[in-house]
Structure formats: structure tokens, C-alpha cells
């Protein structure tokens, strides 16, 4: 089974402060993926990882940036956390070893839910 | 600009019942469409997905039928069990890009 792991759950952190969030998964995953989960928007985008140093921003990246230095491992870093930044944070890998690319499914972490004050 | 509408963010349904979810999307460059179910405080899990060269897919209790020209997806749940109550997001994405786009998710309740 494939295992998607988040370094928190929860997260509790004051405005202004440098915020990692850290995702690893087992599986050999090439692509990686961090989305945020807010009511009534659903999953929105904010970076995702081709493969090892390679990054490419989605939909929201503002505020956000990422680290992936090693394959198994993708981190969402927060610069300077803002208050809109509260919500819940969700990683996700895939693989590219089926050959179907864009069809392959995406492994979720359980998502950290971040509260900026 | 949200591509991928579900405009009941919750739906209750009697066990053993039919559970239908709805998802509408507006860009016609989308070609495959997934459904990920989520509980709380779990990550979403994969629950079927449809490739736009067909109109309907099943697996098990769960089938997802699409219409193209009306740019519609819904997900049929029979018989609905109390264990299916949870998000329901539905998702698409297209040949040229990397990632999906999800619908805000409607909230399943099945009641026994």
C-alpha cells in the first residue's frame, strides 16, 4: 500500500513565522503535490514537484514556497505565515511507472491543519 | 475561477437507498474525471474515475456516468450504507497538464 505520511496534524502558529510542513512518501513517486483544502473552494494547488529539484507552481502559490531535495520528500515552506494561510494542508504523490501520466491516481497524506493567530 | 462546480455541498440519503452526486465542469479540455472520497481528519482516497471516451464506468455498488455535451459527471452510490457518509470531491484534469482540479466536495450522509 502506498503511504503518503505528514509530519503534523495540527499546527498552531503566530503571524510572521517561517512554517515547514513536510510530506514523505514510500512508494517511489515521481510526482508530488501539495494542495490546500479550504470549505466551499475544495482542493486548490499550490505547487508540484515533477522530480527531485524540480518544482512548478499551481494555482495559488503566493506566500509558499517548496523544497524537494530528496525523492521521497516534498516541504511546503510558509516564508512569513499569514492569517489567510489557516487551513488545512494536504500532500499527495504519484507515480509515472503505469505510463498513463496524468491519469494516475493521487496518494493523500491525512492533511495537517494549520491555525495562523 | 472554479472549473469543476458541485453545487450541493451536502446531500442525506436513506441506507439502502440511491445516493446521487453531482459535478458539473466548464472546460471542455478536460478528459479524465475522478472521484476521491474523503473522511475526517484522512486524507482523500481514490474511488473511481471515467475517461472521456466512455459515458459510464462501474465498480461495484459505485458507478460514474458522464455527459459530455452537457459537461456533467454524477456518481451513483446503490445501495447506500452508512459507511459511504463522508466528502465526496469530485475531480478532473486534461492530457496537457499535471494536475487535477477538484470541486468543492459535497458532504454524504447516510442514515440507517
Known amino acids: 500500500d502506498v503511504k503518503v505520511t505528514q509530519s503534523s496534524r495540527y499546527l498552531v502558529k503566530r503571524t510572521g513565522e517561517k512554517v515547514f510542513l513536510e510530506c514523505v512518501q514510500d512508494?517511489?513517486?515521481?510526482?508530488m503535490f501539495w494542495y490546500r483544502q479550504d470549505p466551499g473552494l475544495g482542493l486548490r494547488l499550490i505547487y508540484f514537484?515533477?522530480?527531485?529539484?524540480?518544482?512548478e507552481k499551481g494555482d495559488i502559490p503566493e506566500g509558499y514556497s517548496v523544497s524537494r531535495e530528496k525523492k521521497e520528500r516534498f516541504s511546503l515552506i510558509l516564508e512569513s505565515a499569514s492569517t489567510n494561510q489557516t487551513s488545512m494542508y494536504l500532500c499527495?504523490?504519484?507515480?509515472?511507472?503505469?505510463?498513463?501520466?496524468?491519469?494516475?491516481?493521487?496518494?493523500f497524506g491525512p492533511g495537517t491543519r494549520l491555525l495562523v493567530l | 475561477d472554479q472549473q469543476v462546480k458541485q453545487n450541493s455541498p451536502s446531500l442525506s440519503v436513506q441506507e439502502g437507498r440511491i445516493s446521487i452526486l453531482n459535478c458539473d465542469y466548464t472546460?471542455?479540455?478536460?478528459?479524465?474525471f475522478l472521484w476521491y472520497k474523503k473522511y475526517p481528519a484522512e486524507g482523500p482516497t481514490f474511488l473511481i474515475s471515467i475517461s472521456s471516451i466512455k459515458d459510464k464506468n462501474e465498480d461495484g455498488r459505485f458507478t460514474v456516468f458522464l455527459n459530455k455535451s452537457a459537461k456533467h459527471l454524477s456518481l451513483h452510490i446503490v445501495p447506500s450504507q452508512p459507511g459511504d457518509s463522508a466528502v465526496y470531491f469530485c475531480a478532473a484534469s486534461w492530457y496537457n497538464n499535471n494536475d487535477m482540479r477538484f470541486g468543492a466536495g459535497t458532504r454524504l450522509t447516510v442514515k440507517p
Open positions: 512508494m517511489d513517486h515521481e510526482n
Open positions: 514537484s515533477y522530480d527531485v529539484k524540480m518544482k
Open positions: 499527495a504523490s504519484r507515480t509515472l511507472a503505469g505510463g498513463q501520466g496524468y491519469q494516475e491516481t493521487q496518494y
Open positions: 472546460n471542455s479540455m478536460f478528459d479524465y
